[in-house]
């Protein structure tokens, strides 16, 4: 254990995958988000396969003894992705950024429903925080929405947003029930195979061919993911999930950053003001859960039998 090696490996994952969705969101004009879906898990397999060759896990990463519950994740991740990508082509990054902080607080919600965790009242309360930041940024936009505005674009770029949320909540609530059975690499590699060919569904609606500049950005974004995945999964093998976790959020400077220098976008203070309340309740869950786990290793502790 590592845990400023760990640190450094989340913060170069969420670099590399902010850096990744703005590559997606440049190329949104050209090609579909089913399409951009495609490019983004087809050309991260390459990278991952040397991972897995360099560190020998090749053979952990290739062997499965549950391809259906694979099937699932990648299906749920897909979607995910697909609903993300369409939302980054509506919506200023900031924003994209904000509402998709809905994931983990959902997944409490999914675990408890479907995996029968345990939620007691913190939790509940936090959540319930979370997402009142998440609705404080749909705000906006979904009054426009109602009232007919011209902003009808932008409202339907933030529901879609949130159910790519929902999605992406569900996808990691299958990932807790594979790690019981399954390798980490193993993971890693067969949502990118799943997720490269269940993107293929949406050929039908509209695949074009990109123009060179559009092609490029999106191979580059694929190969990033690939990158970003590697970071990510050898971030929680140098520290604990408590440890790397609030990091997560420096990806919201960073889409401040990108958007205003790259996309020209200034985000609100409603904007500004709903992601810090989500910010807040997201470290509030992790540091309860840090204690929770505290707490359980000295029990643990204090009961194994001593001498």
Known sequence: MNPLRGIAFKLGSVVVFMTMSSLIKAASDAVPPGEAVFFRSFFAIPVIVVWLIATRSLKAGLATANPLGH???????????GFGFAGLGLLPLPEVTAIGYAAP???????????????????????????AGVLIVLSPRLTAFSEGQIGGEEALGAIVVLVGAVFAALAQVFVRKL???????????YFSVNSALLSLVTLPFGWTVPDPQSAAMLVCAGLLGGVGQIFLTSSYRHADASVVAPFDYASMLLAIAIGYVVF????????????????????????RERRLGLERSRQRKAMTPQG
């Open 264 to 287: 020209d976008e200034v985000p609100t203070w409603t904007v500004i003001g709903g992601a810090t309340l989500v910010v807040f309740a997201g470290i509030l869950i992790i540091w």
């Open 179 to 189: 790690v019981n059975e399954e390798k980490t690499s193993a993971i890693v590699f």
């Open 71 to 81: 099937f699932w994740r990648g299906l749920m991740g897909t979607a995910a992705m």
């Open 105 to 131: 607080l959902l997944t409490v919600v999914f675990a408890a429903m479907f995996l029968g965790e345990n939620v007691r009242a913190f939790r509940i309360a936090t959540v319930a925080l979370g997402m």
